[in-house]
């Protein structure tokens, strides 16, 4: 999944689930920012302490760094969740959409007490759970063969697309250089939720895509792990959710809308602001945009001079920031994927 589905989406289910704006831009702002969390040094502040950041960002990796234990920490945890079916262990690593883990891993933040960084958590655990959809019968790890992809084929391109499209992409984007990792040899073609396509994988099977099915039916599982949410904390909802059958030809509909990633994103804005999930548009609807420094810039205070290391200040309200406690989500996650869940199906990942 891409910005259009991680931000955009989420936040217009969380809309139509109860939330109002500032609480579903939260839990959406948490999902996409999944994808950005790319630094992991640890921030010694000036004016005291210190705070270790959580990476849970893969896309800015070169391949020399794309190592098992980037992926074990990054990868495999935020997103290409093990799907535990098969009886190999590299088999069961390969992710599932809804798998058991997945299941177990929702469940874990719906049945925990509320922290201050509960929506957060919310969010990158939607942002794990979507793409398990997306990532499905791919392997976060770099496994000779079992991330292949043969005689890729997409709907109404050329056949020279793919070899243009993947040639791009490893000018810009280093970690599609690594092909045993993921779905790099397929690019961006299972993240964009209107493709059709088709291949063989390592085994020589066959395989018929649908995205637009695949993302409409993880936007359901998301929608209803949002509702339970709110019915299970009351206290965020500001209005009762609207029933799936309501959104859904409307969900539908813009997962089937082609261009690319900014086209797409500008008819999820359209829809929001102009009221098509039948909500009266207000706060962040009429102007809904995301900007993966925001939240940083709030908490976090950074002198840069012209050779000497960037120096940082800890913000008034740095200790509840949106930033911080999307770290702390992320260390929580981390943890409790590494040591918890995936221990118990007998992948030891930590």
């Known amino acids: 999944m891409q910005a259009d589905f991680h931000f955009y989406v989420i936040y217009a289910l969380a809309r139509a689930a109860g939330m109002d704006p500032d609480r579903a831009f939260t839990v959406a702002y948490s999902s996409q920012h999944t994808d950005d969390a790319k630094y992991e040094h640890t921030l010694e502040f000036e004016n005291g302490g210190r705070f270790p950041q959580v990476v849970t960002a893969h896309r800015f990796f070169g391949p020399s760094a ?17 799907g535990n079916v098969g009886s190999e262990f590299y088999e069961r690593m390969v992710t599932r959409s809804r798998s058991v883990t997945a299941q177990r891993t929702v469940q874990d933040v719906l049945n925990s007490p509320l922290k201050p960084y509960s929506l957060h958590r919310l969010g990158i655990v939607l942002h794990l ?34 070899e243009s499209l993947l040639r791009r992409l490893q000018e810009t984007i280093l970690e599609y250089a690594a092909p045993l990792l993921g779905h790099a040899q397929a690019g961006t ?116 001079e012209e050779g000497r290391p960037d120096r940082y200040t800890r913000g008034v309200d740095f200790e509840s920031s949106h930033w911080k406690y999307f770290q702390d989500a992320a260390a929580l996650h981390l943890f409790h994927l590494l040591h918890e869940v995936l221990p118990e199906y007998g992948m030891v990942c930590g």
């Open 189 to 304: 073609i299972p993240d964009e939720p209107y493709r059709e396509w088709e291949y063989e994988d390592y085994r020589g099977r066959h395989l018929s895509v649908s995205n637009h099915e695949r993302a409409l039916d993880a936007a359901q599982n998301c929608y209803l792990v949002l509702t339970t949410f709110v019915q299970r904390f009351p206290s965020f909802s500001s209005q009762p959710s609207l029933p799936w059958h309501r959104i859904d030809e409307t969900v539908g509909d813009l997962l089937s809308r082609k261009g690319g990633l900014e086209e797409r994103i500008n008819e999820w804005k359209k829809a929001l602001t102009e009221g098509v999930f039948g909500l009266a548009p207000q706060g962040r609807d009429a102007n809904l945009d995301y900007d993966d420094r925001e939240w940083f810039r709030r908490a976090v205070r950074v002198v840069r």
């Open 66 to 82: 794309l190592t098992p234990a980037v992926c074990y920490r990054v990868w495999i945890p935020f997103h290409f969740l093990p």
């Open 129 to 162: 759970y979507a793409d398990t959809w997306s990532h499905q019968n791919f392997l976060g790890l770099p496994r000779a063969k079992m991330n292949d992809v043969r005689n890729l084929r997409v709907k109404e391109e050329s056949g020279g697309f793919v």
